[in-house]
């Protein structure tokens, strides 16, 4: 009998807001001060004051998504029309058209089994690129180390991709902070969710000052910017207006939220390593580790179908978890998966990327919320074994 799909956890709610927001968004709703430029010390400029003390770095930049993060970040750097940026060939599409709304031209890099970037790809690809974009795919860090120093040896600034690393921490540094640039998402499926959301961080006061030029603080809306007054002025009508503010309403639900990151990091992590070891009882499945510098804040579970397996089989353990309740999405497996990268047909040609495809069509993604309660995870790790079980007996 498999397990009762009707009574499985609900993997896709996301927690609730933070009653402390509603006050703030009950004012907003009444004065209508909506706009991040019409009052001094808006939610939006608390955002990004709060936003950069967390991290422990000095400018931060709230616009409306991860992407056009990505883009002011790259736009600040001022990279050339036609810059080769290096980016993982396991992203979201949405980071390979930041880097063509730039101007810019993605040089994929292989992705290992791990999720990470494949370091001897990352050399062979490094001389003659302009920019190194490491966006950390579901959490995952790639070897920061390495990056950095093949960077710094090429003089080639490195943005982090940082939507889905909030809380993650490499050595003693916070993920986003080892960059030149660092960008987040507050997209709902994000540890912070406002619905829809971004922010650049940089300790660079002229990046800082440029973003803030472009992500629309026109005339002299950047004096509602503390401590970037020369800079900003430096910039004044030097720049095109790309309008992606973010609005109060968004910084509103936010603000609240920033006193929950350490404990949805620290819940996430706890939940994703129990469920790690108990997939580990199969040898069909495979979870691979963090890295050794590396301290997890996972939202969610990825995992490889170990050994020989063929893509029917890997549909009927698709199947058999669906039965059992739980949603287990194979990237490369469902069609027009939006992180499958022979799908990206937007950027023309695309390489052969043997290693990144391999993997993504055995590599399986769970969502895995930090609220998620004991019995959930025995729930959902028991589905999968049972799932396994009926597709490769032991
Ligand atoms: C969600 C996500 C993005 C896109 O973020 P948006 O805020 O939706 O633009 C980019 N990169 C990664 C790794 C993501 O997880």
Redesign the pocket.
């Known amino acids: 009998m498999p397990r009762d799909a009707q009574i499985a956890p609900n993997c896709y709610d996301a927690e609730p807001i933070p009653e402390a927001a509603r006050a703030e968004i009950d004012r907003l709703l009444t004065t209508g001060d909506l706009f991040r430029y019409t009052s001094e010390g808006s939610p939006v400029a608390r955002l990004e004051e709060a936003f950069a003390a967390h991290m422990g770095v000095r400018y931060a930049v709230a616009v409306s ?6 883009f002011l970040a790259m736009k600040a750097l001022d990279l050339p029309e036609g810059a080769r940026v290096l980016v993982p060939a396991f ?2 599409a ?2 390979p058209s930041a880097i063509v709304h730039a101007g810019g031209v993605p040089v994929l890099v292989e992705v290992g089994e791990d999720f990470r970037i494949d370091l001897e790809d990352f050399a062979a690809k490094i001389a003659g690129a302009d920019a190194v974009l490491i ?4 959490g995952h860090t790639s070897d920061m180390d390495a990056i950095m120093e093949q960077a710094e040896a090429h003089g080639l600034p490195v943005i982090e ?1 940082a ?3 909030l809380g993650t921490r490499w050595h003693d540094r916070k993920i986003g902070t080892i960059g030149r640039i660092g960008c987040f ?3 709902s ?2 540890l912070l969710n406002a619905g ?3 922010v650049m961080i940089t300790d660079d006061p002229d990046l800082a000052a440029r973003a803030i030029i472009m992500s629309g603080a026109y005339e002299h809306n950047w004096k509602k910017h503390s401590g970037l007054m020369t800079r900003c002025e430096a910039w004044q009508n030097k720049l095109p207006l790309y309008n992606c503010r973010m609005q109060n309403l968004s910084a509103a639900i936010l603000l609240p939220q920033i006193g929950e990151i350490t404990r949805r990091a620290r819940d996430g992590l706890r939940n994703h390593d129990h469920v790690a070891v108990r997939l580990g009882e199969s040898r069909w499945l495979k979870v691979p580790p963090a890295l050794a510098p590396e301290t997890r804040a996972p939202d969610s579970l990825q995992f490889l179908l170990a050994g020989e397996w063929s893509d029917d089989e890997a549909r009927a353990f698709q199947a058999e978890a669906k039965a059992r309740g739980v949603s287990v999405s194979v990237f490369g497996l469902s069609t027009d998966n939006a992180r499958a990268f022979w799908n990206w047909q937007f950027l023309g040609d695309l390489p052969e990327l043997p290693k990144t495809r391999a993997m993504l069509v055995r590599a399986c993604d769970i969502r895995l919320p930090a609220r998620l309660t004991q019995p959930d995870l025995e729930f959902i790790s028991e589905a999968l074994l049972e799932a396994v079980a009926q597709v490769k007996p032991a």
């Open positions: 998504s991860c992407s056009q993060a990505l992203t979201f949405a980071v966006s950390h795919m579901r991709d939507a889905h690393s998402s507050f997209q499926y994000k829809e959301g971004g």
